[in-house]
């Protein structure tokens, strides 16, 4: 029996980016320039940041942050295992073993219950990580810096799924001193690959011109970019720090000024997919629904992360097989860090963060884009419940 082919995330990509794009490479001008000073005026506007600097990648975002602040070896930076690699990578590149706090019971969420015992007096940054488009308890955990009296400790958010979500009522974007965005190929809004640092001049901790210290530390330290240096008589230039290479390009930035033209629309049709399967799925006891909105806190709508009751490790992966043998695309999110080889060669262990295990154990992701039809996630919904009542039926495995 021939099946459908629905994949899990693929790009949504109109004429209007490629058009954008072909504009660009006829410029004669492809790199950082005129588009990706356009792209972050207009990503700091839609979010009601002061400030917007377009990188490569959110991971780059994250590290540049931790670059720019001195945060290095003999430093703490907690953080949450639930969470892509990159939200902790950036803290080894700096020398610093990182410290996981476990998520809240039944949450995918960083525990702020335990971030009061996780603060050292060499604590200097808590990353903490919006899943799947929805966002951290931003002021709770502000809270606990106060109650600690540590409001000097950087707070940086890992917003790479939050584009778009609003928390109490405000666009994602402002609330801590930094938030990272990831604009990847998979992500609601894309660039296919990149990213961007998001804050306000109270972020700034006493620094001169923080946008400039960003910006020439993403281009090698140098002290002029390029698009200057090809000014007649501007060739001489200055290495300010030992820099990266993490700018966007404008061909990305071209691609991203059309979505973010594109994005109101684009979430729209992302909340009408999640709003079916929550219908659908919600009639069964075994579901548990992801967080949707309260109180003017509202996802991104950037995924579908469906648990199932009773569901052990290998049922949730039988029920991956399954949809996949008709045609549909599914995930998980995420495989918690210290599972993995690195993080166990760490001295890591998944035992000492049991409710992270327990909501990766049974979670599966849906397919969930801005192009796919809402006839096909119906047909996703409906064999996502065909397929768990059978495993449920058999028992186990």
């Known amino acids: ?30 790199t950082s320039g005129p ?14 940041a002061q ?22 070896s003999g430093d703490d930076v907690i953080t949450t295992p639930y969470t892509y690699t990159a939200t902790a990578s950036v803290a080894l590149h700096r020398g610093i073993k990182p410290i996981f ?11 702020i219950n335990r971030l009061y015992d996780a603060i050292t007096p060499k604590t200097r940054a808590i990353l903490t990580v919006d899943f799947g488009g929805v966002p951290v308890d931003y002021d709770a955990v502000k809270e606990v810096l106060k109650a600690k009296k540590r409001e000097d400790i950087l707070l940086i958010s890992d917003s790479a799924h939050s584009l778009g979500a609003s928390y109490k009522g405000q666009k994602v974007g402002a609330q801590f001193d930094f938030h990272v965005f990831s604009f990847h190929a998979v992500k609601n809004l894309t660039t296919a690959e990149g990213g961007a640092i998001t804050y ?5 901790f006493g620094k001169e011109d923080l946008f400039r210290e960003f910006k020439y530390t993403a281009l090698h330290g140098q002290s002029k970019d390029a698009l200057s240096k090809m000014k007649a008589g501007a060739w001489k230039y200055d290495i300010l720090t030992d820099g990266f290479k993490c700018n966007m390009t404008d061909t990305l930035a071209a691609i991203g000024l059309v979505q973010l033209e ?20 919600s009639q069964n006891d075994w579901a548990e629904i992801p967080f949707k909105k309260d109180n003017g806190t509202e996802t991104s709508y950037h995924l579908y992360p469906l648990r199932i009751k009773g569901f052990k490790e290998e049922q949730r992966d039988a029920l991956i097989q399954m ?4 045609g549909i695309g599914t995930n998980v999110h995420f495989i918690p860090l210290p599972m993995f080889t690195l993080y166990k060669g ?13 909501q990766y154990a049974n979670e599966i992701t849906l397919p969930l884009y801005s192009t796919l039809a809402l006839e096909d996630a119906e047909y996703v919904a409906k064999e996502t419940i065909a397929c768990t009542k059978e495993i449920l039926k058999a028992g186990g495995l």
């Open 323 to 326: 949809l996949a043998d008709k």
């Open 1 to 30: 029996m021939k099946h459908k082919s629905i994949p899990f995330s693929p790009p949504d990509i109109s004429q209007a980016e490629i058009d954008a794009v072909v504009d660009v490479l006829k410029s004669g001008w492809i």
């Open 200 to 204: 306000n001049d109270k972020a700034s």
């Open 262 to 281: 594109r994005y109101n629309d684009m979430l729209k049709k992302r909340e009408e997919i999640f709003d079916l399967y929550t219908k659908l799925l």
């Open 35 to 48: 588009k990706v000073a356009a792209f972050e005026e207009k990503i700091a506007q839609y979010l009601n």
């Open 51 to 72: 400030h917007a600097v377009a990188l490569a990648s959110a991971t780059a975002g994250m590290e540049l942050i931790l670059k720019v602040f001195n945060i290095t």
């Open 346 to 358: 760490l001295g890591y262990k998944i035992e000492d963060y049991p409710n992270a295990y327990n």
């Open 101 to 111: 706090v476990d998520t809240q019971k039944d949450s995918f969420m960083i525990d």
